[in-house]
């Protein structure tokens, strides 16, 4: 069974910078897309950033950002089936619970941006 595991989460104040990680483990095989989502509540779970084309060796992966996460957030293969998401300039805004996929759920990890 395949899981996958946040870590990184956290309390950070306004302006502030954090990482996340997310590692899939139980796969025979290497993801092709993992991704990172968010979700407040009585909000639907929306995109942050996603990353494509993980199992190709041969290419860089391609990302793709939510229009609020360009330019503050990067996503990066870490490893066979890992992910992270650098987040910098983080408001209130941003407190959600950030849950990684890769055809699979993870069991999310709170961002809380507070002073």
């Known amino acids: 069974q395949v899981q996958l595991v946040e870590s990184g989460g956290g309390l950070v104040p306004p302006g502030g910078n954090l990482k996340l990680s997310c590692s899939a483990s139980?796969?025979?095989?290497?993801?092709?897309?993992m991704g990172w989502y968010r979700q407040v509540p009585g909000k639907q779970r929306e995109l942050v950033a996603t990353m494509t084309d993980l199992s190709n060796r041969a290419n860089r992966p391609k990302t793709n950002y939510a229009t609020f996460a360009e330019g503050r957030f990067t996503i990066a293969k870490d490893g066979r089936n890992s992910v992270s998401l650098q987040m910098g300039s983080l408001n209130p805004g941003d407190t959600a619970v950030y849950y990684c996929w890769g055809s699979y759920w993870g069991q999310g990890t709170q961002v809380t941006v507070s002073s």
């Open positions: 139980g796969s025979g095989f290497d993801m092709w897309a």
